[in-house]
C-alpha cells in the first residue's frame, strides 16, 4: 500500500489561500455591517485579530504538546499564519476603497 503526501509547499499554499479568502471576504462583509450600525472599525479590527489567534489555535497547540510528530502541524501554522496576516493587512485597504471605513 502507498501512502502519498503532499509536499510541504502545497500544504502551506492551501492554508495561506482559506486563511486569506475567509478572513478577507469576512472583514471586509462586517466593515460594511458595521459601517452601517456605527461600530468603531478599531473593534471590528481587535475582533479578527482574536478570530485569526482561535483559527490557528489547534495547529499551536499540536506544535506544542506533540514535538515528534509536530512537522505537518507547523507546516498548516505556517500557512493559516501568513493568510491571517494578508487578509489582517489588506481587507482594511479593500474596506477603505470600497468607502465603508
Known amino acids: 500500500m502507498y ?3 503532499l509536499p510541504d509547499e502545497f500544504v502551506r499554499t492551501q492554508m ?4 486569506l479568502v475567509l478572513f478577507g471576504v469576512l472583514r471586509v462583509i462586517c466593515a ?8 468603531r472599525m478599531s473593534t471590528v479590527t481587535r475582533c479578527f485579530i482574536g478570530a485569526a489567534v482561535l483559527f490557528c ?5 499540536d506544535v506544542v504538546m506533540s514535538s515528534p510528530m509536530s ?9 493559516k ?4 496576516a494578508l487578509a489582517l493587512f489588506c481587507a482594511p485597504i ?6 465603508y471605513e
Open 81 to 84: 499564519a501568513i493568510g491571517c
Open 57 to 61: 489555535l489547534p495547529q499551536l497547540l
Open 16 to 19: 495561506a489561500v482559506g486563511a
Open 94 to 99: 479593500v474596506s477603505h476603497r470600497l468607502g
Open 32 to 39: 460594511a455591517v458595521g459601517a452601517q450600525r456605527s461600530w
Open 71 to 79: 512537522h505537518r502541524a507547523f507546516v498548516e501554522l505556517q500557512g
Open 3 to 5: 501512502y502519498y503526501t
